[in-house]
């Protein structure tokens, strides 16, 4: 019975030798149950989202055990690769627009284990016997629910780590042939992508706790010249939020009327350039001001991938300023750009 939490990973620098390996896949971790016609889909904080996929639930519901508990991934694809963007539109309070969508970019539903099967729970069952049973349990499966490609042979997965982020994925996932499943538990290991890129940072937001950096809002310069907002970075000390208020305050502007995002109020301004401070569904009622600063520092930080090409997927990490290069010189020309790689050479032909 849910709500079940997953099993979590921590990061490593690299792809750890003899375990069990599987592409990390980009999308809602989801823990599904099924009872006969009931078909619950749980989220990593154990909210549902039954709702929000109705054609995912029917297709479980047809091609799961009647009694299983598994452990996967909710992803959308759309020419060839992952598209989270998609994902996230489906969280929408309105049934109606979750039915449109569901018609317009199914999900699919990848699984990566079994936790429980008919009357008994495989918790405490190794990893590689949980592995046998699952692809058992899902032997001739077809689309929109996939098995998870998976290896012991690290080199597989070292190739699988270079080819798959052409088609969207985040990296690999190495775990422990003998680990029973511990729930909420950094029990596996993520090895992602990272690169770095030189940024300008144009503004900043104030931390909950008071008057320090929370965030720094980050720029890069398109071919036109605009200088559009491509995400933040904000995993910082208290110490060193207090420091990056002093060392931006010769930057900051009392009148932001003259900075390159002055229209981020104006809600039409978002559909033309990307401003911080977008509506979103996600934010709510939550304030998004921020502090304008002259757009001429320029900092270098890590990231692991691009969202559609136009902005950071995740919070990216500051790494260091850099006085050796020009605001206008942050570009998304210096951005390096996976080699495409089509999802279905992933899972193979299917029907």
């Not at 449109?100 to 990848?110: C, D, Q």
């Not at 003998?178 to 029990?187: C, F, K, Q, S």
Request: hydrophobic letters at 40%; aromatic letters at 8%; charged letters at 30%.
């Amino acid at each position: 019975m849910p709500p079940v939490k997953p099993m979590l990973a921590k990061s490593v620098a690299k792809i750890p030798p003899g375990m069990h390996y599987e592409a990390k896949w980009d999308g809602f971790r989801a823990i599904v149950f099924r009872d006969g016609a009931e078909v619950e889909l749980g989220s990593r904080t154990g909210k549902t989202l039954t709702r929000y996929f109705p054609e995912l639930v029917a297709a479980l519901r047809e091609r799961l055990p009647e009694r299983c508990v598994m452990d996967g991934e909710i992803v959308i694809a759309r020419d060839g690769r992952l598209d989270f963007d998609a994902l996230t539109e489906r969280i929408h309070p309105a049934d109606s627009r979750v039915r449109m969508l569901a018609e317009k970019t199914p999900a699919s539903f990848v699984a990566f284990d079994l936790l429980a099967l008919a009357d008994e729970s495989l918790l405490d069952v190794p990893l590689s016997d949980r592995r046998a049973l699952l692809v058992r349990a899902l032997s001739g499966v077809t689309a929109p629910v996939h098995v998870a490609p998976a290896t012991t042979d690290s080199e597989v997965a070292q190739r699988w780590f270079e080819q798959y982020e052409g088609a969207g994925l985040d990296g690999v996932v190495a775990k422990p042939l003998t680990l029973p499943y511990r729930m909420d538990e950094r029990a596996m290991f993520k090895i992602k992508h990272e690169r770095t890129a030189d940024v300008v940072v144009a503004g900043y937001r104030f931390h909950k706790s008071g008057p320090v950096v929370g965030s720094l809002l980050l720029g890069l310069y398109d071919d036109a010249g605009t200088l559009q907002h491509v995400g933040v970075s904000a995993a910082f000390s208290m110490k060193r939020r207090a420091e990056l208020v002093e060392e931006l305050e010769p930057l900051r502007m009392a009148d932001a009327g003259e900075h390159p995002w002055a229209a981020w109020t104006d809600e039409a301004a978002h559909e033309t350039a990307r401003l911080p401070g977008a509506p979103s569904r996600w934010s709510g009622k939550k304030d998004l001001s921020w502090v304008p600063v002259r757009p001429e520092r320029v900092a270098e930080v890590a990231y692991d991938h691009m969202e559609n090409g136009v902005r950071f997927r995740h919070t990216a990490r500051f790494r260091r300023w850099r006085p050796d290069r020009t605001a206008e010189s942050c570009t998304y020309g210096q951005l390096e750009e996976p080699v495409g790689y089509d999802l279905a050479e992933i899972f193979g032909p299917q029907d």
